[in-house]
């Protein structure tokens, strides 16, 4: 079956544009997290949503990054007045998190790979 | 979610078993072990998860110990396309509501021919 897709898959934006990053996750999937990864990084937590709720906004790095997940399902980063150093890799995942299952294995997609000028 | 440490880098010559360890000495009673790898320019890949017992799968074993502080993960025969940068994190499962990934620097693995 078809695996958590993102788009775009590379964008490039000048410096105080808005930019929206989709996520579609796995179908059945109740749970979605964003991440971010900068070049030679680890993985930098962002966000989490339990169907369409986010318990956990912690990682969110600034009041400029929002996100919303409509359905269950599809979820949108928004970054507004981009600045170079919002430049990363942002990474998507999802998880079934249903009664039932032992754990919370995360199933990641490509990511978009933005660059901010 | 519990933090956890992991060296930087680790060699292993190809065929070989890699053994990568991980510690996380403030884990909670509820919280998963979970192994991660990340090959070059891709999103990150599940390879094995735990709670208590040591488990095994197609690409790997894992091996907790008793008081649950430290894990490794075994790659029983390593090959050049394992090479990549394994990550080792703790979190709740479905029931606990916590989310929140902590993935750390991983440790970068490189295979040797």
């Known amino acids: 079956g078809a695996g958590v897709s993102q788009s775009p898959s590379n964008k490039v934006t000048e410096k105080g544009k808005d930019v929206e990053l989709r996520c579609d996750p796995i179908s059945g999937h109740t749970a979605l997290y964003w991440y971010r990864q900068s070049l030679g990084q680890g993985l930098e937590f962002l966000i989490y949503f339990q169907g369409n709720s986010a318990p956990d906004k912690s990682g969110l790095p600034s009041d400029r990054f929002s996100a919303e997940r409509t359905g269950g399902s599809v979820s949108t980063l928004t970054i507004q007045r981009t600045q170079q150093e919002d430049s990363a890799v942002y990474l998507c995942?999802?998880?079934?998190?249903?009664?039932?299952?032992?754990?919370?294995?995360?199933?990641f997609g490509p990511g978009t790979r933005l660059t901010v000028l | 979610d519990a933090k956890t440490t992991q060296p930087t880098s680790m060699d292993c010559a190809e065929g070989r078993a890699a053994n990568l360890p991980c510690n996380h000495s403030?884990?909670?009673?509820?919280?998963?072990v979970y192994w991660y790898r990340q090959i070059h320019s891709q999103g990150p890949q599940y390879i094995i998860h735990?709670?208590?017992n040591n488990e095994t799968n197609e690409m790997a074993s894992l091996i907790i110990t008793e008081d649950r502080k430290s894990s490794t993960l075994i790659l029983p025969h390593a090959t050049l396309r394992d090479t990549a940068v394994y990550y080792c994190i703790v979190c709740g499962g479905w029931d606990t509501n916590a989310g929140k990934s902590t993935f750390g620097d991983g440790t970068t693995l490189t295979v040797k021919p």
């Open positions: 735990g709670l208590k």
């Open positions: 403030t884990i909670s009673g509820n919280e998963y």
């Open positions: 995942a999802s998880s079934l998190a249903r009664a039932g299952t032992m754990g919370n294995e995360q199933f």
